[in-house]
């Protein structure tokens, strides 16, 4: 049996779409938007914006060189990212269309080590 959930009137859930040109996010936080940003550039991304509210992002960009180059060396044989002459690659667009800037920086990250694995006895 599925669950229907009523919501307030103008209240909405949250919704995450990404694509390799853009981002729909409704209802989330930076946090929250820095994680899915973090899955799209294969790297911790970390909000220190200290903003707690919750927003509509809609992002447009071209595929980064850098994840072009990431993907053509994870995967053999896999077409390389086009860059599109009307978007601007993903950092260059965070900054223009959402007024936030992704700076690099060192720090600490939760990683989880496997030191030791056994098959399960049969019972």
């Known amino acids: ?11 909405r859930l949250c919704r995450n779409a990404v694509s390799p040109r853009s981002v ?23 909000d220190k914006t200290g903003i707690t509210n919750y927003f509509e992002i809609r992002l447009k960009f071209s595929p980064d060189d850098s994840a072009a180059s990431r993907l053509a060396t994870a995967e053999p044989g896999a077409p390389a990212a086009v860059s599109s002459p009307d978007a601007p690659g993903i950092f260059q667009a965070i900054q223009e269309q959402l007024g936030l800037k992704l700076v690099p920086a ?15 006895s049969e019972n």
């Open 1 to 11: 049996m599925s669950k229907v959930q009523t919501l307030a009137p103008g209240q």
């Open 24 to 46: 729909d996010f409704e209802g989330g936080t930076l946090s929250m938007f820095a994680g899915l940003l973090g899955l799209i550039l294969d790297r911790p991304v970390i």
């Open 106 to 120: 060192k720090g600490p990250v939760d990683v989880l080590v496997i030191d030791h694995i056994e098959r399960p």
